[in-house]
């Protein structure tokens, strides 16, 4: 119950992890709660709320080990020293430096029983990004595409509308709702003049529109730059045009000059990770879904597979650059799911592992 109600909540509290508790004293249910966003009330702390001075004596399910450390709130560890619990079952622990095991130590030395490693792999899956934020300092990156099942995404003239199903689409709008950002190239906004924010049937969180653009080719009238329902920021180049910055100067707009001549992938992902971008989804065209797998950039691979053949020499593929030799310069993946979305089918693949 604590890891359903932390992936409820998945996509909406960072740079901070989706925790879930619950409190269970003589066979029932006393509280529950989940982290809703970065500054609120850690779920351990919602839980205690609710339970009141029934919590002593109490066992508490979470399913990250509690912080130890005093940030935008106090340290849950002794929330739960103080509440008088019994025994806390933790499903990982927490790679943060300012908690690696400092929680769980401080609940042993006061005595209460600690069982780590309940349900331990969904609770890493769930936590993948955090712990990827966390040790490399960069967003956890996932590569969206859509494709028909000879690989093509666009006919030679460019037209992609639409690859894939309505039902596709809208889970993919579910996919950008847990995503902090949201990745394309100027190219795309030159031939699509996408929205890129979250459309579900009950609303849903906008991921912040990130823009690669060397030269500042964004038009000024583009959706990006017109509305304002989400943050966009601009990456440009060293020598971009500074007449062109003006001209996109906006509230939600940020134009962000690099400091060298062409953009490069890490430096993009590292300056988004000092922004506190824990998650990025690139729904980005060919050239721009090379330079990432070129920088062995890419965490999470999903693509949608539509049941057609289009067929075409010129017709457009997710992924280009450079031709590789050999077979053996591909870069290697591991398929984690399969499943049937309508009428396509939606693979998520992940980096494998080197043996």
Same mark, same amino acid.
């Given at each position: ?28 249910? *006393? ?12 779920? /351990? ?24 450390? +005093? ?34 130590? #401080? ?12 349900? =331990?792999?969904?609770?890493? !899956? @769930?936590?993948? $990004? ?25 006919? %030679?003239?460019?037209? %992609? ?20 950002? *949201? ?11 996408? &929205? ?5 049937? @009950?609303?849903? !969180?906008? $991921? ?7 030269? @500042? ?7 990006? +730059? ?11 180049? !060293? ?6 910055? #003006? &001209?996109?100067? #906006? ?14 992938? /890490?430096? *993009? ?13 690139? /729904?980005?065209?060919?050239?721009? =879904? ?66």
């Amino acid at each position: 119950m604590a890891l359903q109600l932390a992936e409820n909540v998945a996509g909406q509290t960072s740079p901070n992890p989706p925790v879930g508790a619950v409190l269970v004293k003589d066979g029932r249910i *006393i509280g529950m709660g989940a982290h809703l966003e970065a500054g609120e009330r850690h779920a /351990e702390r919602v839980a205690l709320d609710i339970a009141g001075a029934r919590a002593t004596g109490a066992d508490l399910y979470v399913t990250l080990e509690p912080c130890s450390h +005093i940030g935008k709130t106090s340290p849950c560890a002794n929330a739960v020293i103080q509440a008088g619990i019994k025994h806390v079952y933790i499903a990982t622990t927490d790679p943060n430096p300012l908690v690696a095991g400092k929680g769980i130590a #401080k609940l042993l030395e006061a005595g209460v029983e600690v069982t780590e490693g309940l349900y =331990n792999e969904r609770a890493k !899956k @769930l936590y993948e $990004p955090f712990f990827h934020f966390i040790k490399h300092k960069t967003p956890h990156v996932t590569m969206k595409t859509a494709m028909t099942i000879d690989g093509k995404i666009a006919t %030679s003239t460019g037209d %992609s509308k639409w690859v894939t199903s309505e039902q596709a689409r809208l889970d993919v709008h579910q996919l950008r709702h847990t995503q902090d950002a *949201i990745l394309v190239g100027v190219q795309t906004l030159l031939h699509d003049n996408p &929205l890129l924010t979250t459309r579900l049937p @009950l609303g849903g !969180k906008h $991921p912040i529109r990130v823009i690669l653009d060397t030269s @500042l080719r964004t038009p000024e009238f583009s959706q990006v +730059i017109q509305n304002a329902e989400a943050p966009t920021w601009i990456f440009c180049g !060293k020598y971009a045009e500074l007449s062109q910055e #003006k &001209l996109l100067r #906006k509230p939600h707009v940020q134009i962000i000059r690099m400091q060298k001549p062409q953009l490069i992938v /890490e430096d *993009i992902l590292l300056e988004l990770g000092k922004r506190g971008v824990m998650t990025l989804l690139v /729904e980005g065209g060919a050239a721009i =879904n090379a330079s990432f797998v070129k920088a062995r950039a890419v965490q999470k691979v999903i693509c949608y597979v539509a049941p057609k053949l289009l067929g075409g020499t010129g017709s457009l593929t997710p992924i280009g650059g450079l031709d590789p030799q050999l077979m053996n310069d591909a870069f290697p993946f591991a398929f984690e799911s399969v499943e049937m979305i309508g009428p396509d089918i939606k693979i998520i693949a992940v980096p494998k592992e080197s043996d």
